[in-house]
């Protein structure tokens, strides 16, 4: 198509009060009415709307518009609509730009109206530069068969798999211990309403709706040695007993649990016999071997709710069980449960009541100042500040029980290795997102719940393996899916067969074709980028983010007063979430940042970095997700490697590395990105 026939369209959303009471949306349309190739702007209340979407499709046929520019909130939320909305009047979905004012520039620039609207109008004229570089992109439809895997035989396992059992799916599950059941073999209660119930019950209950449904087969005592492929394709093979047998899954859940934090070297635990955790506790209640109990404190809190975990969610319920427990085997014992603060749901807080009237003191002690435990001659004695009395209580105890925090099960790094997905700093598996896509990974047929995402009980872990089976049952039951058209897509015309691409993709992608060119298979393909960063012949290109799309971008960013500008690169994902997240806490930040998504930080390559010194660029931000997780497994990894290597580069081409920021950000981190902004407004003299 020759730069004659582009024809740009450019929707503009008031979004009420959201964007149009900051910026004014008029002024922004007229300008954009200016920019080349722009044959359409408009305004719109609500571009969301069904009257708004309507109206969008009736401007691209009545204008014959070729490429669309909504200007309005994030892409992460509402950019599947609109590309849904133009492919259902004959446009092409990757000739859409998405591009958000709202977040970027109206909440965040919410005292100064004009420099809001400066803003809106630069990033809609980068836009449009990119929209003029729009290439057709297309998503592959796959066939998908009705054969689920299920890794992990706990409660949430045995559940995703009875629901996708009953739906007539073919279920194989499979188990690294002798028996089903996980967690909650060592669990001797569940507290329900105002009554337990005993852990084998439960898990006797689902092993007999299992045994119901001959399209479930099991595998207890046995292991997963490789998963290839991809959704509706792959090829799994286990190992039990030394035997090796492989057979064929369309869909995978992962139902792997969790396991208990050891407190080695935390409260003479590990040192005195009587300290113990409360799955120890378990054990020992269902062993009834405790005997000569008088005096017994509980310490909740332990390695969570600091600053590399958070809440565990069930450590407060199970304390106040357990205490339950151990008043119905020692009467006249005194039990005390220190916390910091109790956090329990309504439906919970019933046992609370039942172990006050049960004679269990609580004793609430403030965040930083910890109980402290001496043990001498095997006696151990507990020393605690209670917040609401003001004074400090001295304590023996006969049995200390820590309520640690929960990682996530030890094979998560063997299966992540293998499904090439991610997990985070808790060692819990990292779902696409946590509002769009909380039971999903982001490849395609992958699907989490239960203790393999976070801590929870058995009430919260049934209820997300439901959802993870009905999120694997769709593609099943429909026969097919259409995966993303963000591919790589690699000019053999001008490669030279170095590998590079094929040895660094995360997703074994890209393999040798007989003739020893690489090929993308692109059902494998994530899109994000790194390969094409990395090829030395520049011979990759990804769909929709293209080399010569970015430099469009910069090229348009920096138009105008370079020098006061910072471009930045941000992921898809974590970062851009931050973004989202700074917007929607009115964080306000400094105007400088003109901000790029890329899919992954990992697609950033030096020619994009120094393009914009090139063209002035006061600094340049580089933005991927928090370490150690990534959607692309090992994307910020590279990311971070490659910007060093630019950084030491620099100087060679009479740049200054100083100018050059990076920075990873979870997908809830608002403050820290809008901080970043700060920091490097400051530190670059930008006013």
Known sequence: MSEDDIRVGVFVCNCGSNIGGIVNVPEVVEYTKGLKNVVFADESKWSCSVDALAQLQNSIKEHNINRVVIAACTPR????????????????PYLLEFVSIREQSSWVHMNNPQVAAEKA????????????????GEEIKLPVKTDCLVIGGGVAGMTAAQNLAIQGFNVTVVEREAKLGGLLNRVGEISSDDREIPSQEIIKAKMEQLAKYPNIKVYTNTTIKDVS?????????????????????????????????????????GENPRVVTQLQLEDLLKQNTLDNIEHIVMINCVNSMNETRGCCNIGCHVSIKNALALRERFAHAKIYILFRTLCLVKEERRIVERAKDAGIKFIRFPDDRYPEVQSENNHLLVKVYDTLLGRE???????????????????????????????NAEGFFQEAHIKLGPLDFPADGL?????????????????EALGAAMRASIPMKRGYIEADGIVADINLAECSGCG?????????????AAEKEPVVIKALCKGCG???????KNTISIVHFSDRQLLAMVEAALEENPSQKIIGFICHWCCHGAVDMAGVGRMQYPPNVRLIRVMCSARVSAKHVLRAFELGAAGVFVGGCEFPTCHYIVGNYKAEKRMDRVKKNMPKKGFDPEKLWVGWCSAADGPKFANIMRDMAKKLNLG
């Open 77 to 92: 939320t509402h950019e599947p609509l609109f590309k849904r909305t133009v492919k259902a009047v004959g446009l092409n």
């Open 121 to 136: 109008k630069d990033l809609i004229k980068m836009g449009v530069a990119k929209a003029a570089f729009l290439e057709e």
């Open 229 to 269: 492929g991809y959704i509706g394709n792959y090829k799994v093979t286990v190992q039990s007993n030394g035997t090796e047998e492989t057979f064929d899954a369309s869909t995978v859940i992962v139902a792997t649990g969790m396991q208990e934090v050891e407190p080695v070297g935390q409260f003479c635990y």
């Open 393 to 423: 209580f001295r304590m023996p105890a006969d049995l200390l029980v820590l309520t640690t925090a929960f990682e996530g099960d030890k094979s998560v790094d063997e299966v992540k290795g293998q499904l090439k997905v991610s997990s």
């Open 447 to 463: 699907f989490l719940c239960g203790g393999a995402r976070s801590p929870k009980n058995v009430k919260d872990t049934t209820e």
């Open 500 to 512: 590079i691409c094929v040895d660094n993709c995360p997703y074994g992608a890209i393999k040798w």
């Open 530 to 536: 790194l390969c094409a960063a990395d090829c030395p």
